[in-house]
């Protein structure tokens, strides 16, 4: 008999998840300037939520995946958006 295995992608994502995610978000578009609805926008959300499903669940992890200083001061973005589309 096959049994199936369920892939931690596989399950749904909760209201926590989604926060987490959200806040990520909202800080990498404040970051890079990115256009609320621009094509760029939907990039960033399809990867951190991909990146999220993949295990990376830390806002850390999350926001220097990005290429995002670590630092309070926000200097600019050592990586351009363009970089990483699918």
């Known amino acids: 008999m096959l049994r199936r295995y369920i892939h931690p992608s596989d399950l749904p994502l909760f ?4 926060d987490r995610c959200q806040k ?3 800080i990498v578009r404040e970051e890079l300037s ?3 609805g621009s094509e760029k926008e939907e990039v960033i959300a399809a990867s951190i939520i991909h990146f ?3 295990g990376l669940r830390d806002e850390m992890q999350l926001l220097i995946w990005r290429g995002l200083p670590r630092s309070a001061e926000r200097s600019p973005p050592v990586i351009q958006v363009g970089e990483y589309a699918t």
């Open 15 to 18: 209201s926590e998840d989604l």
């Open 24 to 26: 990520v978000f909202d």
């Open 34 to 36: 990115i256009e609320r």
């Open 52 to 54: 999220y499903k993949q």
